[in-house]
């Protein structure tokens, strides 16, 4: 079973809309969490990382929040740019792994409309 | 600077060939990863290199995979008798260090592999 689950699977927004992108994990001993952006036919960039200390990093339009205790990360997307159509990916960390192998989700494909 | 890059960017083969894809890293990272990701699924492990240890392959998921990684920089995936399952986006990352999350894993465009 993914230790990453994401949803919604995907949406549609119109543009300068907010949305919100939700990211439950099940991955413990917890190390750190990271938001990627891909675009299509590209590979993931880094959008935020957090470790369990932290509950909210902004990244421009973008900001993601961390519940350690609940498992539970969002990222938000503020005034929304066509440029903002691509996947979004969660990924975790765990302390487990003796050289900090990242887990994903499965992804978010946000459609961002004129 | 440049970037991870992979090559070829698209590869259709026939079921039962071998192909060879290939991984440029970043220069100067010690770190290189392989990633597959098959449509609607979450990017899955491969296999790790970091410097002069011995990789971790336990991603692979059958001994028609195979990787090597030469001089500590460029790297090679290999499918011998390729299968219509192995139809996915192959992804390369590499990253300044290893045996830690915290370092960045920066990601090359992928190959399509397409096996007909």
């Known amino acids: 079973k993914n230790q990453v689950e994401q949803s919604p699977q995907s949406l549609i927004i119109l543009e300068g809309k907010n949305c919100t992108l939700q990211?439950?994990?099940?991955?413990?001993?917890?190390?750190?969490l990271r938001w990627y952006k891909q675009d299509t036919g590209r590979g993931p960039v880094s959008l935020t990382i957090?470790?369990?200390?932290?509950n909210t990093k902004s990244n421009g339009r973008y900001t993601a929040t961390l519940d350690a205790d609940t498992k539970q990360s969002s990222l938000h997307i503020t005034a929304s740019q066509l440029s903002d159509s691509a996947s979004y990916i969660c990924?975790?960390?765990?302390?487990?792994?003796?050289?900090?192998?990242?887990?994903f989700g499965a992804g978010t494909q946000v459609v961002v409309t004129p | 600077g440049a970037g991870v890059s992979q090559s070829p960017s698209n590869k259709v083969t026939e079921k039962g060939k071998d192909v060879e894809l290939r991984c440029d890293p970043i220069?100067?990272?010690?770190?290189l990863y392989w990633y597959r990701q098959s449509l609607g699924q979450g990017l899955e492990f491969l296999i790790y290199?970091?410097?002069?240890?011995?990789?971790?392959k336990s991603g692979l998921p059958s001994d028609r995979f195979s990787a090597e990684r030469t001089g500590g920089s460029v790297s090679t995936l290999t499918i011998q008798r390729t299968q219509q399952e192995d139809s996915a986006v192959y992804l390369c990352?590499?990253?300044?260090?290893?045996?830690?999350?915290?370092?960045?894993?920066?990601f090359g465009p992928g190959t399509r592999l397409t096996v007909t």
């Open positions: 957090m470790t369990f200390s932290e």
């Open positions: 290199f970091q410097g002069n240890s011995a990789p971790d």
């Open positions: 990924v975790v960390s765990g302390t487990t792994d003796s050289w900090g192998k990242l887990q």
């Open positions: 990352a590499s990253s300044l260090g290893g045996g830690s999350s915290s370092y960045e894993q920066y």
């Open positions: 220069s100067g990272h010690t770190a």
């Open positions: 990211c439950n994990y099940t991955v413990s001993p917890f190390s750190n």
